[in-house]
Each structure stands twice: as structure tokens, then as C-alpha cells.
């Protein structure tokens, strides 16, 4: 079992940046593939960004492209989602998930584990 927990979420203004965490604990994740997904309220749970095991293969949703990029510490068991750009539109609750497979997947039961969750709110 994995469990996973988000971190890095808060307030910030229209523009500006925030950094994700996701610590994993459990068992190493470093074969695995890891995403990010957000639900805002109303909303599905939609996908992100997604990194493969190496961190070779990486996918992105075309609203982030260019302003977020995800990464991963495998040393530290670690999953990150840098954020910059920030828009009121991408005010929502940010999952980390984990896959038991090497490729990034786009829909949600692609993922096995999944954290419980940190908040983002962009203010305009």
C-alpha cells in the first residue's frame, strides 16, 4: 500500500506561484508513475499532469501547458507540481496520485492511490 500526502497548497494572488508536495510512504514509488489531478466545486476530477517512472514521459492538460511542470525526487519518495502563472481558473482541490504502471495515464482509474488532497485558490 501507498499512501501519499499533498502538501504546498494556500492563497495567492492572480500570477503568482505555488510548489506541490506529495510524500509517499509505505513502499518506494520510483517504478511508478505519478499524476496530478484538481476537482474544482461543481466540477469533475480532472486530470493535470502525469510523469513516468524515469521521469522521461511527462503529459500535461493543454490549460497548464507551459506554466506548470511536475517532477519527482525518487530519493526522497517525492512528487512536486510547480505552479506559476497562476489563474482564478485554477482555484480547485489538487490530488496527487500514484499508478502501478510506468506510463503516465490521463483518466482517473489509470491511478491506485491517491492522496487526500490540498487546496488552491487563486485570487483575481
Known amino acids: 500500500q501507498v499512501q501519499l500526502v499533498e502538501s504546498g497548497g494556500g492563497l495567492v494572488q492572480s500570477g503568482g506561484s505555488l510548489r506541490l508536495s506529495c510524500a509517499a510512504s509505505?513502499?518506494?514509488?520510483?517504478?511508478?508513475?505519478v499524476g496530478w489531478f484538481r476537482q474544482a466545486p461543481g466540477k469533475e476530477r480532472e486530470f493535470v499532469a502525469g510523469?513516468?517512472?524515469?521521469?522521461?514521459?511527462?503529459a500535461y492538460a493543454d490549460s497548464v501547458k507551459g506554466r506548470f511542470t511536475i517532477s519527482r525526487d525518487n530519493a526522497k519518495n517525492t512528487v512536486y507540481l510547480q505552479m506559476n502563472s497562476l489563474q482564478p481558473e485554477d482555484t480547485a482541490v489538487y490530488y496527487c496520485?500514484?499508478?502501478?504502471?510506468?506510463?503516465?495515464?490521463?483518466?482517473?482509474?489509470?491511478?491506485?492511490?491517491w492522496g487526500q488532497g490540498t487546496q488552491v485558490t487563486v485570487s483575481s
Open positions: 496520485a500514484v499508478r502501478d504502471g510506468r506510463r503516465p495515464g490521463v483518466p482517473r482509474y489509470d491511478y491506485d492511490y
Open positions: 509505505g513502499r518506494t514509488i520510483r517504478n511508478c508513475a
Open positions: 510523469l513516468s517512472w524515469s521521469g522521461g514521459t511527462t
